[in-house]
Each structure stands twice: as structure tokens, then as C-alpha cells.
């Protein structure tokens, strides 16, 4: 089992920033693409941005320019800095884990999510 704690979240005013973190524990033996969703009231939950254990990322073209993706691989944790933050960034964001275990079986994980309001 694996579980994933979200931190960071909070309100901004717009054009501000914040620094989400996930920290990742139990049975890992690597991490294979963390990644940031995020879900808005009445919207569905889309991705924000995800990085590979190689270090490449993807990024959601709304946030492109704006969010940065980073993880630590030795501490199995992720990051998502958050800069010129827009209201349309509202939302509860989640940190999603692609683990593969000890075991070498392979499971996604989901954290609690942590909400990011930004007011105009």
C-alpha cells in the first residue's frame, strides 16, 4: 500500500503563486510518472501537468509557461510550482502516483487533494 499526502494548497490573489507538494510513502520501489490533476466544481478532472522517472513532462496547455513540474526520486516527492496563478486555476488538485512495488506488481495511487483558490 501506498500513501500519498498532498500539501501546499491555499488562497492567492491573482497573478500570485504557490508550491504544491506530494510526499509519497509505504511500498515503493520506484515511482514511474507523478502527476498533477485538478478538478473544478461541476468540471471533470484533468490533468495538470506529469513527469516521468526519466524527467520528462507533459503539461496541460492551459498551465504551460505558467507551472513547473519537478519531483526528488530518491525521496519520492513531487512538486508543482505554481506561478501567475489565474482564477480559472481554481480548483482541488490531486497528486497521482504510478508505483511500482517491491514486489515489482505495478498500482496507481490518488492523494486526498488540496484546494487552490485564487480570487480576481
Known amino acids: 500500500q501506498v500513501t500519498l499526502v498532498e500539501s501546499g494548497g491555499g488562497s492567492v490573489q491573482a497573478g500570485g503563486s504557490l508550491r504544491l507538494a506530494c510526499a509519497a510513502s509505504g511500498n515503493i520501489f520506484s515511482i514511474n510518472t507523478m502527476g498533477w490533476y485538478r478538478q473544478a466544481p461541476g468540471k471533470q478532472r484533468e490533468l495538470v501537468a506529469e513527469?516521468?522517472?526519466?524527467?520528462?513532462?507533459n503539461y496541460a496547455d492551459s498551465v504551460k509557461g505558467r507551472f513547473t513540474i519537478s519531483r526528488d526520486n530518491a525521496q519520492n516527492k513531487g512538486y508543482l510550482q505554481m506561478d501567475n496563478l489565474s482564477p480559472t486555476d481554481t480548483a482541488v488538485y490531486y497528486c497521482?502516483?504510478?508505483?511500482?512495488?517491491?514486489?515489482?506488481?505495478?498500482?496507481?495511487?490518488w492523494g486526498q487533494g488540496t484546494q487552490v483558490t485564487v480570487s480576481s
Open positions: 497521482r502516483a504510478d508505483v511500482t512495488h517491491v514486489a515489482r506488481s505495478r498500482s496507481l495511487y
Open positions: 513527469m516521468y522517472i526519466g524527467g520528462s513532462a
